[in-house]
């Protein structure tokens, strides 16, 4: 049975017995966190067992999911669910199969972090950059990415989960105080983080920027204890990721309708 976050059924005891170090519970719990009150913007959803325990997890921004399962989660019934849900996006992980017509499927890897603290130099030039300067960033490096909003609700978006302490935004700038790299957390929860959007402008790659800013947002994390998490492309920034501390320990998919 799937029942929606409303009314009298609040599904954060739910949300609050699945382990809060999942990178999949992360993102769901920290976008509860920012937009539980803002139907019809987002909503949420448990799925509950006939024992009545919550074995499947989901949610919804726009049109985009995100879904996290258990081992005792009915899949045929998440799958008819997603079918008539309009979803036009469905982020999950890669070791589950659901029977789903889609047009694109993107796999890549989670990646956690592992090492010890970071050991940084200090940089006066690490600021709390304008979004537009962000997102003008992640154009130039993303161009090709369906999945990036338009410039407003980016920025409306990322400034509101701000508010909330459920996502945060860094950058370093040159002489000039251009934006020359940024990173930040894409979710964010008391005890868990999705770095994101790691990105640097073309002249300025290859100088270290990019490993600095991560090994940055890295930092801060790790000094509130927080599980450290990052996805990547499959194919793609192994060796940079690994270099600023990172493993492998997952899969991720996103399915495209």
Request: glycine share 6%.
């Amino acid at each position: 049975m799937i029942k929606i976050h409303e009314g009298d059924f609040d599904i954060k005891n739910y949300l609050d017995k699945f382990p809060g170090d999942d990178p999949f519970v992360c993102r769901i719990a920290s976008l509860f966190n920012a937009y539980r009150e803002l139907i019809p913007f987002a909503d949420f959803w448990v799925q509950l067992d006939k024992n009545k325990e919550a074995v499947a997890a989901l949610s919804r921004l726009g049109t985009q999911f995100v879904l996290y399962l258990t081992d005792k989660a009915d899949l045929e019934e998440i799958a008819s669910f997603i079918r008539v849900a309009g979803a036009t996006s469905l982020l999950m992980d890669g070791k589950y199969s659901l029977d789903l017509e889609c047009k694109k499927e993107t796999t890549g890897k989670i990646m956690r972090y592992i090492f010890p603290k970071p050991q940084l130099a200090e940089n006066d030039r690490v600021i709390s950059p304008k979004l537009k300067d962000v997102y003008n960033l992640l154009a130039e490096n993303f161009s090709n990415n369906s999945n990036l909003p338009d410039c407003e609700s980016f920025c409306l978006d990322i400034s509101f989960k701000q508010r909330r302490n459920t996502s945060r935004v860094c950058g370093i700038e040159d002489n000039d105080g251009n934006l020359v790299s940024c990173a930040m957390t894409v979710a964010e929860t008391e005890n868990c983080a999705i770095i994101g959007a790691v990105a640097t402008g073309k002249k300025y790659r290859n100088k270290g920027f990019g490993t600095y800013m991560t090994k940055y947002i890295t930092s801060q994390l790790f000094r509130e204890k927080k599980k450290i998490y990052l996805y990547r492309e499959e194919n793609k920034n192994e060796k940079f990721y690994n270099t600023a501390g990172y493993i492998n320990c997952g899969t991720w998919k996103e399915i495209y309708f």
